[in-house]
């Protein structure tokens, strides 16, 4: 794994306010082939029960979600594959789904080790959860008041009462570059 000041110096360099859901020049065809070897190794460390798909209009190009049953623990495992650096990172949460929960415990050292040597044969780089949770400090996150008054706005017209527990908190890395734009 790269040392983690230049995983850091490397989600600075590629963060572009111009571009959020993808680079300039991206790949798709290469992209798609990434991604596909990726939850194929997955697949056959795990088994069918692993899924995976794509997700449109997003700064992430795909997630491969493992059942709780599969791992062998007590907590399912979410792989996400941005469309920056192509950036890899993976964890652990009893929540299902293909986010990863802030505070939740990530995968073994054992699976980063593989999952490492991975992305490196793909072309991919491994970025530990634990450092795309970290607060997010580039340019295009930056709050903007009027956005938030509508997306606030929006969320009252839909009747969505619920409290987003991680609302109050400040945008991290993986918010800029494994979620949706």
């Not at 111009?18 to 790949?27: M, Q, V």
């Amino acid at each position: 794994m790269l040392p983690l000041d230049r995983l850091r110096e490397l989600q600075r360099e590629l963060d572009d306010p111009a571009h959020l859901e993808y680079p300039e020049g991206y790949d798709w065809s290469a992209a798609r082939q990434r991604f596909e070897r990726l939850a194929g190794a997955l697949e056959r460390r795990f088994g069918p029960s692993v899924t995976s798909g794509a997700v449109p209009d997003a700064s992430l190009y795909g997630f491969v979600l493992v059942p709780a049953e599969a791992t062998g623990t007590d907590r399912h495992l979410s792989v996400l594959m941005s469309n920056f650096g192509p950036f890899v990172t993976a964890g652990m949460g009893k929540e299902w789904g293909w986010g990863l929960l802030r505070g939740e415990a990530g995968p073994s050292d054992e699976f980063v080790a593989w999952l490492d040597e991975l992305c490196t044969e793909l072309g991919c780089v491994y970025v530990p959860v634990e450092l795309v949770l970290e607060p997010y400090d580039g340019p295009t996150l930056q709050e903007d008041e009027e956005a938030e008054a509508v997306l606030a706005a929006l969320a009252a017209e839909s009747g969505d009462e619920e409290e987003d527990e991680e609302g109050d908190l400040p945008p991290t890395w993986l918010d800029r570059y494994f979620a949706y734009m």
